[in-house]
């Protein structure tokens, strides 16, 4: 099975601050692509698809390079509630018609006062 | 609202006990999944199913079995516990309708089990 590799952190950074994250993934067939986060004791929820045009939900902005088989997260104006941990997750697109997910081993953000 | 339901949060069982990790999701989705997490190794994914009756083993399997006897449910089952199964456990579960299915799964609230 393919990886997808994630830069563990932490991140330590103070409110306001912008930070990225960056996640490289070795499958070539990869089909879809997702930030989750996770709080720390709690299950994975979906933060955001990730498309090849980018796009934006209010301060996160999610980027894909498929040709660097690159995916990024940048949070703008970082929030104490934004301390999480976030999941880069793939999809490898075979193990039947639902798919097959691939989860990064996550990057730790902690966001100072 | 969607829910995956793992009714046992929290079980310590001693070395060599059966244990049984159950799962129940209400939004009729043929695929569920059990993960295990681990500090510095993320998410492995034990078993999946995707039909009622049907399994598939994921990166990790041994040591574990499953069964799926009816749509809603999915139990994780450990033969003989092992102290180093100790871990959180999570249940998910996944409709295939959507050609993005990363954005259609839903986790449960983990169930962290200790093992002495």
């Known amino acids: 099975r393919k990886e997808v590799e994630q830069d563990p952190g932490p991140f330590n950074v103070p409110e306001g601050a912008t930070v990225a994250f960056n996640c490289t993934y070795s499958?070539?067939?990869?089909?879809?692509f997702f930030w989750y986060r996770q709080d720390c004791r709690k299950e994975p929820k979906l933060l955001m698809s990730?498309?090849?045009s980018g796009n934006e939900d209010g301060r996160f902005t999610a980027q894909l390079n498929r040709a660097s088989q690159y995916i990024s997260l940048l949070i703008r104006d970082s929030k104490l509630s934004d301390s999480a941990t976030y999941l880069c997750?793939?999809?490898?697109?075979?193990?039947?018609?639902?798919?097959?997910?691939?989860f990064g081993k996550g990057t730790k953000l902690s966001v100072k006062p | 609202d969607v829910k995956v339901t793992q009714s046992s949060r929290y079980l310590v069982k001693r070395t060599g006990e059966k244990v049984f990790l159950e799962c129940v999701q209400d939004?009729?989705?043929?695929?569920m999944f059990w993960y295990r997490q681990d500090p510095g190794l993320g998410l492995r994914l034990i078993y999946f199913?995707?039909?009622?009756?049907?399994?598939e083993k994921g990166d990790i399997p041994e040591g574990y079995s499953v069964s799926r006897e009816k749509k809603e449910r999915f139990s994780l089952i450990l033969e003989s516990a092992s102290t180093n199964q100790t871990s959180m456990y999570l249940c998910?579960?996944?409709?295939?309708?959507?050609?993005?299915?990363?954005?259609?799964?839903?986790f449960g609230e983990g169930s962290w089990l200790t093992v002495v």
């Open positions: 939004m009729d989705h043929e695929n």
């Open positions: 199913s995707y039909d009622v009756k049907m399994k």
């Open positions: 499958n070539s067939a990869s089909q879809s």
């Open positions: 997750v793939v999809n490898i697109g075979y193990g039947g018609s639902q798919g097959n997910l691939i």
């Open positions: 990730v498309y090849s």
């Open positions: 998910a579960s996944s409709s295939p309708s959507s050609p993005n299915s990363g954005n259609t799964i839903y």
